[in-house]
């Protein structure tokens, strides 16, 4: 999956940190998706608890 592909799905991120793509949970911003990028490309999802 690229990094359009998430925008795509997922909509605008609520940050981007180097090479992370955050979603934040509506209802609690401390839980959420966590997209690391490598060459354009997801390589890992982190979902629960964002620190």
Sequence with gaps: MSVDD???AYGQPNAVVGD???Y???NNPSVG???EIESNHVEKIVCGMLQ
Excluded: C, K, R, T
């Design 20 to 22: 992370h793509i955050i």
């Design 24 to 26: 934040h949970s509506a």
């Design 6 to 8: 998430v925008v795509a």
């Design 33 to 35: 998706l966590n997209f």
